[in-house]
């Protein structure tokens, strides 16, 4: 079973290193809008957990949602797999030949 999952915005620490006005502005916007990590990986279980009725579906906050249109545009998907193929394969010659 595959889902795409999206726990949303997590307190982890990760833009710790933020500093200046930025920094305290991303900290109150960390204080009002995000969850505990806890409760994100909580959300990864479940949807690794969740029935066969989720497979490949998208799940957000631990409810499955509907993707957003840009999400099922073909022609955008196709543009951002072929940046990031190009990026992929600046990083790291060759590492693109076992997809094919």
């Known amino acids: 079973m595959i889902n795409s999952l999206d726990p949303c915005f997590l307190k982890t620490g990760l833009a710790g290193e933020i500093t200046g006005v930025a920094g305290f502005f991303f900290k109150?916007?960390?204080?009002?809008?995000a969850r505990p990590a806890e409760e994100g990986a909580s959300l990864v279980v479940k949807a690794a957990t969740a029935g066969r009725e989720t497979h490949g579906r998208y799940m957000r906050a631990g409810a499955v949602q509907e993707y957003a249109?840009?999400?099922?545009?073909?022609?955008r998907a196709t543009y951002v797999w072929d940046l990031?193929?190009?990026?992929?394969?600046?990083?790291?010659?060759g590492v693109l030949r076992n997809l094919q």
């Open 28 to 33: 109150i916007f960390e204080w009002i809008a």
């Open 69 to 75: 249109p840009i999400a099922r545009d073909d022609a």
């Open 84 to 93: 990031l193929c190009k990026k992929l394969e600046q990083l790291q010659p």
